[in-house]
């Protein structure tokens, strides 16, 4: 079975420019969560999606951050504009169930530069 | 004030010691607790999971969870170079998708 699949691994990109991020999470896994993390930070929630409903969007940083989850499948994250304090690494996970985070499985993460 | 601490400052161990690896939080909802370990360009990959307080042990590994004191232990015996990687504290609460993540321990096992 194969895992949570994001793309582009990595992505090197000028301010002000347009990137967006694609998860492909576990076949049948409803639940699919975006993460990242940023230089010398920790791991941090972004949102939760059930099927294709935003369940929890606390964590967008601001409005240069756009989720979609069509059709309850992939799920991308677009940031427009690009901003220096973007880069990061974006990890994607999904679970079958909710909560109880033994459930969770995470993607490799794709890599961010904004230069 | 950070809702999980960890010290990230990295760990070098020789081969065969006990890696002792911890983190405190500060919200008493959490009721969950993992930890998770990380490999160099890869995504985290749960190692042990506990539900409130108490131990529990998977080979050489062991998790303590301490809710009285808010604090959390992994321990890894005869510690192997396989076990090098990043190790990362998360805890949840009930009802709550969210994983609050530590910074994680860089550990590096010396053949």
């Known amino acids: 079975e194969a895992g949570v699949t994001q793309f582009p691994s990595h992505s090197v990109i000028e301010k002000g420019q347009t990137v967006t991020l694609r998860c492909d999470p576990i076949s049948g896994h409803d639940n699919l969560y975006w993460y990242r993390r940023v230089m010398g930070k920790e791991i941090k929630f972004l949102l939760h999606?059930?099927?294709?409903?935003?369940?929890?969007e606390s964590g967008m940083p601001n409005n240069r951050f756009l989720a979609e989850r069509t059709g309850g499948t992939y799920s991308t994250l677009k940031v427009q504009p690009a901003e220096l304090e973007d880069s990061g690494v974006y990890f994607c996970?999904?679970?079958?169930?909710?909560?109880?985070?033994?459930?969770?499985?995470f993607g490799e993460g794709s890599w961010l530069t904004v230069v | 004030q950070k809702e999980v601490e960890q010290d990230p400052g990295p760990l070098s161990v020789p081969e065969g010691a006990i890696v002792s690896l911890n983190c405190t939080y500060s919200n008493s909802a959490f009721q969950y607790f993992m930890w998770y370990r990380q490999y160099s360009r890869k995504g985290p990959e749960l190692l042990m999971y506990?539900?409130?307080?108490g131990n529990k042990e998977d080979g050489r590994f062991t998790a303590q969870v301490d809710k009285s004191s808010k604090y959390i232990s992994l321990f890894i015996r005869d510690s192997q170079p396989s076990d090098s990687a990043t190790y990362l504290c998360a805890m949840s609460a009930q009802g709550n998708n969210r994983l609050a993540f530590g910074k994680g321990n860089q550990v590096v096992v010396i053949p």
């Open positions: 999606f059930v099927k294709e409903s935003k369940q929890d």
């Open positions: 996970a999904s679970s079958q169930v909710r909560v109880s985070g033994n459930t969770i499985y």
């Open positions: 506990t539900y409130s307080s």
